[in-house]
């Protein structure tokens, strides 16, 4: 399945003022290119304008470019590893790649919502902490809170953070 994009664009030659009384054009035309209002320096009469509509279709089987995010996701560690070797933005993506959605007004907290419950992880100092939401799906009477040593291996940790409360 391929996906297409459409844009129209301007592409107004403006011809200099000696250029425009003579009838041969410029070896070298000067072009401008605009998605939205044009101001230009010159006045361009409507002769002179082209309305030109450029396609471009991407297959979603063709390789993307790598992403910042791809690039930390490579480079972590066996999954066997205890968290303490990993540097923070191998946790950050991979908390991304479960996930996770990182809060804008604590970067060491971090939100995810699963059809059976909702939780809100923190990183510590020393310790990782999940706290399942009473407020999220599920029959929990009170939040539930769980902690987690950074020795722990990142299997481990993401086993027991995705089994739920």
């Given at each position: 399945m391929s996906v297409f994009s459409v844009s129209k664009l301007i592409i107004t030659y403006v011809l200099s003022s000696t250029t425009q009384a003579s009838?041969?054009?410029?070896?070298?035309?000067?072009?401008?290119?605009?998605?939205?209002?044009?101001?230009?320096?010159?006045?361009?009469?409507?002769?002179?304008?082209?309305?030109?509509?450029?396609?471009?279709?991407?297959?979603?089987?063709?390789?993307?470019?790598?992403?910042?995010?791809?690039?930390?996701?490579?480079?972590?560690?066996?999954?066997?590893?205890?968290?303490?070797?990993?540097?923070?933005?191998c946790i950050e993506a991979w908390f991304r790649s479960l996930g996770f959605c990182q809060s804008r007004e604590d970067h060491a907290v971090w939100l995810i919502e699963?059809?059976?419950?909702?939780?809100?992880?923190?990183?510590?100092?020393t310790d990782l902490y999940i706290r399942y939401l009473k407020s999220g799906p599920g029959n929990l009477e009170r939040d539930v809170e769980r902690r987690f040593n950074y020795a722990l291996s990142r299997e481990d940790i993401e086993n027991a953070i995705l089994g739920g409360p």
């Open positions: 009838a041969t054009p410029p070896k070298f035309p000067r072009f401008f290119l605009s998605q939205k209002s044009l101001s230009f320096p010159h006045s361009v009469s409507h002769s002179q304008r082209k309305i030109v509509t450029f396609v471009s279709s991407k297959s979603s089987e063709a390789e993307q470019l790598p992403t910042a995010e791809d690039e930390w996701l490579n480079r972590l560690p066996d999954k066997n590893k205890p968290l303490y070797s990993h540097s923070l933005p699963k059809p059976d419950w909702h939780a809100q992880l923190s990183l510590d100092v």
